[in-house]
């Protein structure tokens, strides 16, 4: 194989999990329902918020941002994938596989950082109740808020500058439906020791350090929980935080999955699974899980659709 600069590569080709035209037509209406879904539940969560006053606390700012994201992470792969799966043409341009990537990293990223700032949010409201709307001001949520933008876009920069020093074998194939690090890691000539101990250093770091946020944070909440004498408070409480760490479990098991581990142990059909697990899926069943499932949300939707309907 000859070995070549990623500046001198014109396109990349993407490979498919299947040649039958019956499992690209299964495939293609599958993502599309599950787009369509994801565009519908998260776009009803950010209209709920942007309309009800009574949805302007810190805790909706911030599931606000996560239905942002949960968009953005989907939008930057789904067009291209159902390309791929109805069209002929299996390429991507250059530019185009770095700002996919570098947006996925994004999205990606800022999520893992978001998801600590919401537990942070929910240790202060459930363990110091009495100070919370003096801790968490509209100024301090938009400055959490920035600096998980800042973060992510930090830490995808990192990623993408790295993965594209890299060189590539012709004929440029990627194993995946869209420009991810293993897959591009998988496809290269060069070494890729140095990316991967990056990827593990930043992940060990930014990423451990998020996740340890969120696990001191839930530690706190539970042993406040436990010692509430209200049955009722007990409840409401742990169903607030249910939701929440059933986001975080889904989230993280899935971007472990797929980012913290060798390229020697890249399976291309089994990281295609796990992949659109974290990147379509879970988009989907956010709002389900988080916020559909709240009547204060559900009310304001009622309201929104109403107001909609008769104005």
Not at 114 to 136: E, G
Not at 227 to 252: D, I, N, P, Q, W
Not at 302 to 311: E, N, Q, T
């Amino acid at each position: 194989m000859e070995k070549t600069n990623i500046t001198e590569t014109r396109d990349f080709y993407f490979t498919e999990l299947s040649d039958l035209p019956e499992v690209r037509i299964f495939l293609f209406v599958a993502i599309l329902l599950i787009y369509l879904i994801t565009l519908a539940g998260n776009g009803a969560i950010l209209t709920a918020i942007a309309t009800d006053s009574h949805l302007q606390t810190p805790m909706y700012f911030f599931i606000s941002n996560l239905s942002f994201l949960d968009v953005l992470c989907p939008t930057v792969t789904v067009p291209k994938m159902l390309q791929i799966f109805m069209s002929e043409n299996k390429t991507i341009s250059f530019i185009g596989c770095v700002l996919q990537l570098f947006f996925l990293i994004y999205a990606v990223g800022t999520e893992v950082f978001l998801l600590s700032v919401m537990a942070y949010d929910r240790y202060v409201a459930i363990c110091s109740p009495l100070h919370y709307t003096n801790i968490m001001t509209k100024r301090r949520c938009v400055q959490l808020a920035a600096g998980t933008l800042l973060t992510g876009f930090i830490n995808s920069m990192i990623h993408t500058s790295l993965t594209f020093t890299l060189s590539f074998c012709e004929p440029y194939k990627i194993h995946q439906y869209y420009c991810d690090i293993p897959p591009l890691m998988a496809a290269s000539c060069s070494s890729t020791y140095l990316p991967e101990l990056v990827a593990l250093l930043v992940a060990g770091i930014l990423g451990g350090g998020a996740f340890l946020v969120t696990l001191i944070s839930y530690i706190y909440i539970i042993s406040t929980i436990l010692r509430m004498r209200s049955a009722e408070g007990r409840r409401k409480a742990f169903s607030t935080c249910g939701s929440h760490l059933t986001v975080v479990f889904l989230f993280y098991g899935t971007t472990i999955a797929t980012y913290v581990r060798p390229t020697s142990s890249y399976s291309p059909k089994q990281d295609r699974i796990v992949s659109m697990l974290y990147g379509i899926v879970t988009p989907m069943l956010n709002p389900m899980i988080y916020s559909l499932r709240n009547k204060d949300v559900k009310r304001a939707l009622v309201k929104a659709f109403r107001l909609k309907i008769f104005s």
